[in-house]
């Protein structure tokens, strides 16, 4: 009978790779972590579920050990890292496609997640890897967006954000069905906050421009607002999970941080009641990967000695799969800030489950 | 006509990228995609609508640790693939221009 090995050493090699890459060092192992090919099978679907499988392939493949991994895992993680750069290939090319008929129709967009994160942070590019384009465009372009997207071949059963909870409006592309793009006019937060945050002027004011080629570049956030958005994401959209966004988060911190107006970024934080979500992830780059955030900035921000003692952030990251839903609400409640946003969050999750029932 | 004095370039309907050390080659009129190993990269690479195939087997005789006839073999082969596949074109423009004119 062979013993599967504990979840900590899937975690622990996984740290080892994504330090390697934040670091930009080879990663050399002592010994092989794994004996059986079964471990190296769910060590693979744990990378797949945190989406770190072309970073992986990436970081593991220069180490001199590579030979000596087995063959089944080896390959695996290769063909899966060569088809997710073929699918960025086809989502890059459509993503300059759309930001041109965009752009070339007047229409006020930035673009959020992933191809702005892979472009201005990764190198390379493909190394983090993202299955759909996400864009943010004012509530009431809706219907001229959903007009440019449909000649660039992208459908949707919509036909328009819906006012009262957070929407994202998802476009298919007819002839690649595969390929996507989310529209959005607001982050998750808005399911309980009244403050906007996507759409706040400030934000709109502040956009900066991304090279994406010699002759390309298109908006996307700036540092003071991309940082908060990573962390709110990150813990509220598959809680706490996946260990690429906290990634993604500790390459933005170390790019901008000694640029950054930390103190504004605190004002900003605290204003939108975001210093509980924006605090762990930041706390746990902080400590995992010696990410240059100031400790003032944690202090300013963190919660209660008791709460923040007794939240299980790290547990809940190093998961190496989805939690039930219920769950999932259970963690993301008490990082809801203030009763008014828990009592509107509350409120929404009933007409969620209203809606779902009349629905049925 | 003889293979190695032809030219070939890339299909402008095919995006590609370095994985490692291979390359990824993807048709965006269809979506298929294909890989690419290293030596098969840097031939990719090279053609470029100006070197003639016998000055890219020089470059990957040069490069590699292969001989001649196995190098020229499996490049040749590539270029068939390639070429049925849609991923290069023939640049018989060029080709045309570089051959002397027909006499009169």
């Known amino acids: 009978m062979s013993k599967a090995p504990p979840s900590s050493v899937h975690s622990g090699l996984i740290i080892e790779i994504i330090h390697s890459f934040y670091r930009n060092e080879w990663l050399s192992l002592t010994t092989i972590p794994f004996r059986n090919e079964s471990d190296w099978h769910n060590f693979f679907s744990v990378l797949r579920f945190h989406k770190l499988i072309p970073l992986a392939h990436h970081v593991l493949s220069r180490m001199e050990a590579w030979p000596f991994l087995p063959g089944d895992f080896t390959q695996t993680l290769e063909q899966a890292s060569f088809h997710g750069a073929a699918f960025l290939l086809l989502l890059g090319n459509f ?183 924006v605090y762990y992830p930041l706390k746990w780059i902080s400590e995992t990967l010696d990410c240059p955030v100031p400790p003032a900035v944690l202090k300013a921000i963190r919660p209660g000695a008791v709460e923040r003692h007794l939240f299980p952030f790290n547990a809940i990251a190093r998961r190496q799969g989805n939690m039930p839903e219920y769950l999932e609400r259970v963690v993301k409640f008490p990082l809801i800030e203030g009763w008014d946003n828990k009592t509107r969050a509350i409120g929404s999750f009933y007409r969620m489950i209203r809606k779902t029932s009349d629905h049925d | 006509m003889d293979h190695m004095t032809r030219i070939y370039r890339k299909n402008e309907k095919i995006a590609w990228r370095i994985v490692e050390d291979d390359g990824v080659l993807l048709n965006l009129s269809t979506g298929y995609y294909y890989t690419l190993n290293e030596v098969g990269r840097f031939l990719w690479e090279t053609l470029d609508g100006e070197k003639k195939l016998s000055d890219i087997l020089t470059d990957i005789i040069d490069c590699y640790d292969v001989d001649t006839e196995t190098a020229k073999g499996d490049m040749l082969d590539l270029i068939e693939d390639l070429l049925q596949e849609g991923l290069i074109v023939a640049d018989d423009s060029i080709e045309k221009d570089a051959s002397p004119s027909p006499a009169p």
């Open chain 1, 95 to 277: 993503l300059d496609a759309v930001t041109r008929a965009l752009e070339k129709a007047g229409i006020p967009f930035y673009v959020i997640k992933g191809p702005s994160l892979a472009l201005e942070f990764y190198q390379p590019s493909n190394t983090r890897p993202y299955t759909d384009i996400d864009i943010v465009i004012p509530f009431d372009s809706f219907t001229d967006t959903s007009t440019v997207l449909n000649s660039e071949g992208f459908v949707s059963r919509k036909t328009s954000f819906n006012r009262s909870y957070f929407d994202s409006v998802h476009f298919a592309h007819e002839q690649f069905s595969e390929i996507s793009i989310d529209l959005q006019c607001e982050s998750v937060t808005s399911i309980w906050s009244k403050k906007s945050f996507l759409n706040d002027p400030e934000v709109w004011n502040r956009l900066r421009l991304l090279k994406s080629s010699e002759s390309r570049s298109f908006p996307v956030l700036n540092p003071l607002h991309l940082i908060p958005f990573l962390c709110t994401h990150l813990t509220f959209h598959r809680p706490m999970a996946l260990i690429i966004h906290l990634l993604d988060l500790a390459l933005a911190v170390r790019t901008h941080a000694a640029d950054l107006d930390w103190n504004e970024l605190v004002c900003w934080v605290q204003n939108k009641q975001l210093c509980k979500p």
